[in-house]
């Protein structure tokens, strides 16, 4: 893995999505209710997943396994009724050179995550750790988010918008194309911002007229079919 991979800005996750509709590509999403703890901290890296059992141990065998710049993935079937993870076990990923956290769980010590600044997303907080034994076994190094599978396989992406899982043979041709989008986007934002409306860069007054004419027209096949860039 090249560190530098993990140590650049990620490209934003709808981009990365955009470039996913276009080129084909199947990417997984994690669920909505899962929400940044550190707003405005995008973070990406190999996966690291492990499936809770209600015992720290599976936890710091992965974080000991994982190499710099890994997202620690961790399942916990969505649990309400616990934490599972806590400032000790995020400290440990963020000493670790992990880049982030996702947890299909909830975790506690929110002020002091805060603190450690290990970007995390989860279902939110709860002020007890796991209660129940945990069964005698070795970590099992694969995780579901809501049925979304993850395994070393993977590679994370993460951003205010979401979490994205994609495969890591995947990433470069989409990171790619995620950046060329960005740019396109990026250089239309700033010519409306001197004033060139959207409608007109797009000449979407030309779209409307042969739209008139063959009503199976769509914004989207007349964008591809004359070079235009927005994502419908």
Not at 132 to 155: C, I, K, Q
């Amino acid at each position: 893995m090249d560190a530098a991979a993990t140590s650049a800005p990620p490209p934003a996750t709808a981009a990365v999505a955009d470039a996913a509709v276009r080129l084909r590509v199947a990417v997984g999403t994690a669920p909505v209710d899962l929400v940044a703890l550190l707003p405005g901290r995008p973070f990406q890296g190999p996966a690291a997943p492990v499936t809770h059992l209600g015992s720290v141990d599976v936890l710091l065998e992965t974080i000991d396994d994982a190499p710099p710049g890994a997202v620690l993935v961790v399942d916990n079937g969505g649990r309400d009724d616990e934490a599972c993870v806590g400032d000790l076990m995020l400290l440990e990923a963020a000493t670790a050179g992990m880049s982030g956290a996702v947890i299909w769980g909830r975790h506690r010590d929110t002020a002091q995550l805060r603190e450690i600044g290990l970007p995390l997303f989860s279902r939110g907080s709860h002020p007890f750790g796991p209660r129940r034994v945990p069964p005698a076994g070795t970590a099992m190094r694969s995780a579901f988010l809501d049925g979304v599978a993850v395994s070393a396989e993977h590679w994370i992406v993460a951003d205010d918008d979401g979490v994205l899982v994609i495969r890591a043979d995947d990433r470069e041709v989409l990171f790619a194309e995620a950046a060329r989008i960005q740019s396109v986007e990026g250089a239309q934002a700033e010519r409306m911002r001197s004033g060139a409306s959207l409608r007109s860069q797009l000449d979407f007054a030309r779209y409307r007229r042969m739209q008139s004419a063959d009503p199976t027209l769509t914004l989207r096949r007349y964008l591809a079919e004359t070079g235009g860039a927005i994502e419908t």
